[in-house]
């Protein structure tokens, strides 16, 4: 139901722009009529004539510069997402890296002079030592 709604409503804006276009042109005729000679719309239609390969040099012209504009900033914008993202890898590796040094402790003990140590030992009457 509204998607019908939507289609009257865009036929009728349409019609009415449409309608605007014919009553504009309509103004113009009389205008050139009443006002203008037919030698000065004569000029201007040679005029207009010779501007129109100029004005579609320059659409295209513009819309190069802007089509270049547009992938330079791309790429500005991708290249600083990839920085962003190599800053983060290398952000996330130090940290693995600190917290896996963290993990095994440098543990010096102190220096013990070699000893033998005896321990008591008995016998247990045949002869076998028992330790103790």
């Avoid at 009553?23 to 006002?35: G, K, N």
């Avoid at 719309?41 to 040099?57: D, E, M, N, Q």
């Avoid at 952000?91 to 917290?99: G, P």
């Avoid at 005896?118 to 247990?124: C, E, G, I, V, W």
């Amino acid at each position: 139901m509204a998607k019908k709604r939507e289609v009257q409503a865009l036929f009728g804006l349409i019609i009415l722009a449409l309608a605007a276009l014919v009553l504009l042109a309509w103004a113009a005729w009389l205008f050139f009529e009443t006002y203008i000679s037919p030698d000065w719309t004569r000029i201007i239609a040679l005029v207009g004539l010779v501007a129109l390969p100029i004005t579609g040099w320059l659409c295209y012209s513009l819309g190069l510069t802007e089509a270049k504009g547009k992938l330079v900033g791309i790429d500005l914008g991708i290249n600083k997402v990839v920085r962003a993202a190599s800053e983060t890898i290398n952000l996330r590796s130090t940290a693995a890296r600190a917290m896996r040094d963290a993990s095994r402790p440098e543990v010096r003990l102190p220096q013990i002079p070699p000893m033998i140590i005896t321990r008591r030992q008995l016998s247990d009457g045949n002869g076998e030592v028992v330790e103790l």
